[in-house]
């Protein structure tokens, strides 16, 4: 069992950075690849980015790419999402989740924190 826990969620001025982090409980951490997904009101959920157990593997969506930065620290259990030339589209909830590989979709995840809202103001 993982449990996720987000933080750093706020609201930020288009153009903006913010940094978000996702705790992980549990010593199995590090065999879990993570995602990023984001679902704004009336939308779907959407895949942000993904990185491998190592960290040495990442992916974005287009819609980020250049502009938001995966990392994680397997030694403390927590992932991160970089996110610079914030847009008000990037406005949304963005949750993370572990899986054994990185997915598109968020139905292979098999666990998902509770989300953290961005608000980013045109």
């Known amino acids: 069992q993982v449990q996720l826990v987000e933080s750093g969620g706020g609201l930020v001025q288009a153009g903006g950075s913010l940094r978000l982090s996702c705790a992980a409980s549990?010593?199995?951490?590090?065999?879990?690849?993570m995602g990023w997904f984001r679902q704004a009101p009336g939308m779907e959920r959407e895949f942000v980015g993904g990185?491998?157990?190592?960290?040495?593997?990442?992916y974005y969506a287009d819609s980020v790419k250049g502009r938001f930065t995966l990392s994680r620290d397997n030694a403390k259990n927590t992932v991160y999402l970089q996110m610079n030339s914030l847009k008000f589209e990037d406005t949304a909830v963005y949750s993370c989740?572990?899986?054994?590989?990185?997915?598109?979709?968020?139905?292979?995840?098999?666990?998902w924190g509770q989300g953290t809202q961005v608000t980013v103001s045109s």
């Open positions: 990185i491998s157990r190592s960290g040495t593997s990442t």
């Open positions: 989740a572990a899986a054994r590989g990185i997915y598109w979709r968020g139905s292979d995840y098999d666990y």
């Open positions: 549990g010593r199995a951490f590090s065999t879990y690849a």
